[in-house]
């Protein structure tokens, strides 16, 4: 990074993770745009529903995917899944497995990584 050039880090209060993606650390973000997004991905009928498929750790590739997608579109990063299904993430499946669960575990879970009460 050059001198000047400010870089964000991510914000664990609002379910922000940063991961190191085709060299470059991005921000990503679950947003209720992303959230949406997901549940039509996933035929989830609620919020609820898509974090107990989530939790049961039965995640395809192509779930990955699309999960990183939409957490790179919740951050601020303009990617297509096809894009995505392209990029490499550093560290390799074990770590884009890793990225996911930081993802989903930022979103669904509290500070203490119990879900909040409903």
Excluded: H, W
Aim: with cysteine; aromatic share 4%; hydrophobic share 40%.
């Amino acid at each position: 990074m050059g001198a000047g050039v400010t870089v964000r880090r991510a914000n664990r209060r609002r379910g922000e993770v940063e991961a190191v993606i085709d060299g470059e650390r991005r921000i990503l973000c679950l947003t209720l745009g992303a959230l949406a997004e997901l549940e039509t991905a996933f035929r989830a009928e609620s919020l609820a529903d898509l974090a107990g498929r989530f939790s049961e750790g039965k995640l395809k590739a192509d779930d990955l995917i699309r999960i990183i997608g939409a957490g790179l579109r919740g951050g601020g990063n303009r990617f297509s899944d096809e894009e995505v299904a392209e990029m490499a993430i550093d560290g390799g499946v074990g770590a884009t497995a890793a990225l996911v669960r930081d993802l989903l575990t930022a979103t669904f879970l509290d500070e203490e990584g119990t879900r909040p009460e409903r």
